[in-house]
């Protein structure tokens, strides 16, 4: 029964992030001849850094939701979210205005409304997520992403230049975050001490998964650094389109599965570790998600160049060209996406910290050493080798992880 309940939940956010999925992949090629390489690259520079300073935005307490013991104690999280994303944008309009001053450019300016978008989004994602209303995060996924993508068109055929290239994510994610009704105000019953001690039960979360997730988007940032400085802003933006679509399968499936298999796995541990069932669970996730992955490797070595120019134009045909190189990256990145959940339900974030820097390390020097040689394919091909073997090892590291044999019955 525990296994249908999953099967039933995951479908349904499958469901909805299949429509969400479905408009930024069929507007892909209208996008991709409305906006110009350059516009492309500095937009994913942006999203970037957006991204990096609005996951730290709630120092990671919106995923100690599903653990929170009773709702009090899940209302104490809801507020203390709220009060550091409140820091957190404020800190990002300081950046947003010395970026903009320095670049002697505009677009930097929607830097704090960005941040603030995505981190209320995310809180109220896990705040539904543990609530299981699976419906409306499914319908969430559809205007976060669908309704972006149609605001991107919409926006580029106004001609709204870059600035409507950034602006409409933004408006996108807030009509998600609206959809899902997280309340903004002091609940009756919360204290200060309420705060506090939902703070100090669930410290791990700040003190580990923030710098693991920050660290994890500081990877994304860094790319885009370094390609735009190397190879120019048209670079970062075939870069940027190519990860777009490549990563779209990830996002549809492994979002779903992870927001089903979060509060399933963190509900079955046990005093002293995990379950024999919960391991079980996870292998069957991983097989399951290797035999998706395959075919879509197999497809972007064959054809991955040429795709890419029939679908987005002659001129992006070096995004084709670095499709094919990060295929093997994209398959193990594929199974690997879902799993994220697994080391924060299992009590497993220190090791997960420590596994992470070691990868983001590896892919950060291949990208580098590719680079070198002058080219982005020359790049994707060093980055896939490099992470296929730490990928290889963090799968095998899961599917052995230690289980407490006498189970409840």
């Known amino acids: 029964m525990a296994s249908a309940g999953l099967l039933r939940a ?15 992949l069929l507007l892909g090629p209208w996008l991709a001849r409305l906006y110009s390489p350059q516009e492309f690259g500095i937009y994913h520079l942006f999203a970037a850094v957006a991204a990096n300073l609005a996951v730290i935005g709630c120092a990671r307490y919106e995923f100690a939701l599903p653990l929170a013991a009773d709702a009090r104690e899940a209302d104490a999280l809801r507020l203390l979210c709220l009060a550091l994303l409140a820091a957190v944008t404020l800190l990002s309009a300081v ?3 010395w970026w903009a001053w320095s670049s002697a450019v505009t677009w930097p300016l929607w830097l704090p409304l960005a941040v603030a978008a995505l981190g209320v989004l995310s809180l109220a994602t896990l705040w539904a997520t543990r609530q299981q209303r699976f419906h409306a995060l499914a319908g969430a996924r559809v205007l976060q992403h669908g309704g972006g993508a149609a605001a991107q068109v919409a926006a580029g055929l106004a001609q709204g230049g870059l ?22 105000g002091r609940g009756v019953s919360t204290t200060t001490a309420d705060l506090q001690a939902a703070a100090r039960r669930h410290r791990e979360f700040p003190l580990l998964n923030t710098p693991h997730a920050f660290l994890g988007a500081l990877q994304d940032t860094v790319t885009m650094a ?58 069957r996730a991983m097989l399951a998600l290797a035999a998706i992955a395959a075919p879509l490797v197999a497809l972007l070595w064959v054809l991955g160049p040429d795709l890419f120019a029939w679908a987005f134009g002659e001129r992006w045909r070096e995004a084709g060209e670095l499709a094919r190189a990060l295929a093997l990256y994209i398959g193990v990145h594929f ?44 790049a994707g091909w060093a980055v896939s080798i490099v992470t296929a073997a730490y990928f290889g090892w963090y799968f095998f590291k899961l599917a052995t992880w230690p289980v407490v044999r006498e189970e409840a019955a």
């Open 10 to 24: 995951t479908l349904t956010l499958l469901t909805g992030g299949a429509l969400a999925q479905a408009l930024p």
């Open 95 to 97: 950046v947003a205005a």
């Open 163 to 184: 600035h409507g290239l950034i602006a409409a994510p933004i408006a996108a994610a807030l009509a998600a975050f609206a959809l899902l009704r997280l309340p903004l």
């Open 226 to 283: 370094l390609i735009t400085a190397q190879l120019g802003a048209a670079a970062g933006g075939a870069w940027g389109l190519a990860l777009r679509y490549l990563k779209a399968p990830a996002t549809l499936v492994g979002g779903a599965l992870s927001q089903a298999l979060y509060p399933r796995l963190a509900s079955a541990g046990i005093a002293g570790g995990i379950t024999v069932e919960a391991r079980a669970t996870v292998r």
């Open 335 to 378: 199974v690997a996406s879902p799993l994220a959940v697994v080391t924060m339900a299992w009590g497993a974030q220190a090791w997960a910290l420590r596994l992470a820097l070691v990868g983001q390390a590896a892919f950060l020097l291949a990208l580098a050493l590719g680079l070198q040689f002058g080219s982005l394919a020359a």
